[in-house]
T-cell receptor, first 117, second 110 residues
């Protein structure tokens, strides 16, 4: 099946710094990528949807200037958490699909654990 | 916006059939229902997807009533390795908003 990777798998950063998370589709072209955030014992919350070459669409309540998403190629999307704070500590998961509809099967990455100290 | 809700947890024993329901009152007309399995600190893994009636694959069945406001994931003969959190995913409320259900922690014991 289709494989999606994330890097890093975990990261610890100091408050006020920025951290970049990469999401790659390894064996298919991802026209659409999704970024989710998951707090402990909670469900996945969609943060934004990005289509290759276009600006990301952010969900209500997600600050686009804080969570910068770049989907510059059909195999790579990045999420940069700027000026991170302890409340940004969470499990960030990306998914990718070769379609453009939410009904197309999403292939999920393994997630990135972010801890802000 | 109504949430997509699931029971918080379920307990079962090896070899039993487990049925997990998801309530999605605001499902969009053209939206499919997808179920995922998630182990701790891992990304979700696809289980099954359907639009209406019944879908079956090698690991599960999915039952969807005519009104499509709910769905039931059926896992036949569960084993210890099926202990995980199960999520339904729908496009609910319009505006292409993907919404994961609240998740059901399934615990399988010997």
């Amino acid at each position: 099946g289709a494989v999606v990777s994330q890097h890093p798998s975990w990261v610890i950063c100091k408050s006020g710094t920025s951290v970049k998370i990469e999401c790659r589709s390894l064996d298919f072209q991802a026209t659409t990528m999704f970024w989710y955030r998951q707090f402990p014992k909670q469900s996945l919350m969609l943060m934004a949807t990005s289509n290759e070459g276009s600006k990301a669409t952010y969900e209500q309540g997600v600050e686009k200037d804080k969570f910068l998403i770049n989907h510059a190629s059909l195999t790579l999307s990045t999420l940069t958490v700027t000026s991170a704070h302890p409340e940004d500590s969470s499990f960030y998961i990306c998914s990718a699909t070769s379609g453009t509809s939410g009904n197309d099967e999403q292939y999920f990455g393994p997630g990135t654990r972010l801890t802000v100290t | 916006l109504a949430k997509t809700t699931q029971p918080i947890s379920m307990d079962s024993y090896e070899g039993q059939e487990v049925n997990i329901t998801c309530s999605h009152n605001n499902i969009a007309t053209n939206d499919y229902i997808t179920w995922y399995q998630q182990f701790p600190s891992q990304g979700p893994r696809f289980i099954i997807q359907g639009y209406k009636t019944k879908v079956t694959n090698e690991v599960a069945s999915l039952f969807i009533p005519a009104d499509r406001k709910s769905s039931t994931l059926s896992l036949p003969r569960v084993s210890l390795s099926d202990t995980a959190v199960y999520y339904c995913l729908v496009e609910a409320g319009g505006g292409n908003k993907l919404t994961f259900g609240t998740g059901t922690q399934l615990k399988v014991e010997l």
